[in-house]
């Protein structure tokens, strides 16, 4: 249980009661220990001036007072979500806008003063290496995707930088670590692809409905495999990780069917299925030494050339 799970749940407790309550009932209550209690009680009153008294039976709220903790709790992820909301508004924000979006702006300062952020300019989230789209090229992806029509899109391929002509059913746009993904039907390789926006070189809406792929089969298709070039789990990436090297990867999401086992109190085995290795190879180089592949083979010996590769281009130092 989180502390300010046990800082609402104190609050309740204490509210519900007419008798004072001994600390080794609230130690079951919100299952902690005694100098946690102690701890939980000192927040409840020091920080949000919580009416506690107590007596040789335990602790209460002072009879006549009037108290109550501010009713809207939001976690990490929460307050994060709407400060990215808010400043995401006023980067777009035009004069066709401009009201309806300061409505909306104004509506999340609410929110986040009840949480004790009075003025959110104070904090900054910068999103790095942020891949954007041409504008419009953007719009009409948007707008083909919400009518159910096809796209025909001129498409460079990263890997090759060739360019094909492809007929596509649009499915769902996803925004992915600063960048934007456009999840559709290609009707040249007949499946499912995944195109990044920023390299569609053109765009036209075509007349043809476009073709429905069911939700399970999206679902099917991405959910079962590590990063954005997903498709179905062709193994599993067993990464051996250093933690002290990297402590902060003790708390990273890599997955949702991600499976840690602790070897030691420095190590860790991180299991990730995987489809494609491109994403994944570049996740593990990032952490340097902390990380090593263990298996497949496979993957060690691709990641094994990459780092040849990169020795070889500073060959000449």
Same mark, same amino acid.
């Given at each position: 249980m989180k502390k300010i799970d046990r800082i609402y749940l104190l609050d309740k407790i204490l509210k519900e009661r007419r008798s004072p309550i001994e600390i080794e009932t609230l130690k079951d209550r919100l299952e902690c220990s005694q100098a946690t209690v102690y701890r939980i009680i000192a927040t409840l009153r020091d920080e949000f001036n919580a009416p506690i008294e107590s007596d040789e039976n335990g602790v209460y709220y002072e009879r006549s007072s009037r108290f109550d903790l501010p009713g809207i709790r939001l976690n990490a992820e929460e307050t994060q979500g709407l400060l990215m909301?808010?400043?995401?508004?006023?980067?777009?924000?035009?004069?066709?806008?401009? !009201?309806?979006?300061?409505?909306?702006?104004?509506?999340?300062? !609410?929110v986040l003063q009840q949480k004790g952020i009075a003025n959110r300019r104070l904090i900054q989230i910068i999103p790095a290496l942020s891949r954007k789209p041409n504008p419009n090229i953007f719009q009409a992806v948007m707008s083909a995707l919400q009518n159910e029509k096809k796209l025909n899109i001129k498409y460079l391929t990263r890997s090759s930088q060739q360019t094909t002509q492809r007929l596509i059913s649009p499915q769902r746009l996803t925004s992915y670590k600063n960048a934007w993904y456009?999840?559709?039907?290609?009707?040249l390789r007949e499946g499912i692809r995944l195109f990044a926006l920023e390299q569609i070189q053109n765009c036209k809406t075509d007349i043809e409905r476009a073709k429905k792929v069911p939700n399970d089969e999206l679902r099917a298709h991405y959910a079962d495999s590590y990063g954005i070039f997903s498709g179905p789990m062709k193994s599993i990436a067993v990464i051996k990780i250093d933690k002290n090297m990297a402590p902060w990867t003790v708390f990273e999401h890599w997955h949702s069917q991600q499976s840690i086992e602790h070897l030691d109190n420095t190590h860790m085995l991180l299991s990730i299925p995987y489809n494609d290795d491109r994403e994944l190879i570049a996740d593990v180089m990032r952490l340097g030494t902390a990380a090593q592949i263990i298996q497949p083979k496979t993957l060690q010996q691709q990641f094994h050339q990459q780092l040849i590769g990169i020795l070889n281009s500073y060959s000449s130092i």
């Open positions: 909301a808010a400043q995401l508004l006023e980067d777009l924000q035009s004069v066709s806008l401009q !009201k309806p979006m300061q409505r909306i702006l104004d509506n999340i300062d !609410k456009l999840d559709a039907w290609c009707h």
